[in-house]
Every structure is written in C-alpha cells, then in structure tokens.
Nanobody
C-alpha cells in the first residue's frame, strides 16, 4: 500500500508558525514533484507550493516569502514551513506527489489532509 500522510496542522495565532510534513510510505523507489494544496471552507483547492525532484520550488503569490517547502528524500518526507500565518491561510492542507513504485509504476497520490486554523 503506497500512501501519503500529512501531519503538523493545528490552531495557531496570527503571526505564528507551523511546519507540515508529508510522508510517503510503501513500496516507493522515488518521489517526483510534490505539491502542497490548500482548501479553505467553501472554496476550491489551490496549489500554494511545489517542489520538484531536483529541489526547485515555486510558490503562490499569496504565500511567497512566508512559506518554504523542502524535502528529505532519504526519509521520503516533504515539509512545508509556514511563517507569519494569517487568518486567510486557514484551510485543509493536502500534499500531492508523483511516485515511482518498486514495480515501476507511476502513481499520483493525495494525502487525506491536515487542518490549519489561524485565529486569535
């Protein structure tokens, strides 16, 4: 069973920080590009950050300068460091990754999401 699981969400005050983790488990050879998506209540799911297999990162304008994504391939883990959080950052955060399995299949995986709430 190949899967992604996010963790690290929670309730934080405006201006605070959280670090999300996305861990891939199962029969994995390689994790390719990984995207972090946010879905606020009543809104569509939007891409906020992405990291390629080579470590190149891109960010949505709304989070640029505040969020940083990184990866540790030996741990099959990708992180999203979120600083200077704002109430509008509230939502469920999902990671999405292209994964090459040990039987040479490419899978597009989504995690179940982790809730981030920014409120005083």
């Amino acid at each position: 069973q190949v899967q992604l699981v996010e963790s690290g969400g929670g309730l934080v005050q405006p201006g605070g920080s959280l670090r999300l983790s996305c861990v891939a488990s199962g029969s994995i050879q390689r994790i390719n590009a990984v995207g972090w998506h946010r879905q606020a209540p009543g809104r569509q799911r939007d891409l906020v950050a992405q990291i390629t297999s080579g470590g190149t990162t891109t960010y949505a304008s709304s989070v640029k300068g505040r969020f940083t994504t990184s990866r540790e391939d030996d741990k099959n883990t990708v992180y999203l460091q979120m600083n200077s959080l704002r109430p509008e950052d509230t939502g469920v955060y999902y990671c999405n990754a292209g994964v090459l399995t040990t039987d040479w299949r490419t899978r597009n995986l989504w995690g179940p999401g982790t809730q981030v709430t920014v409120s005083s």
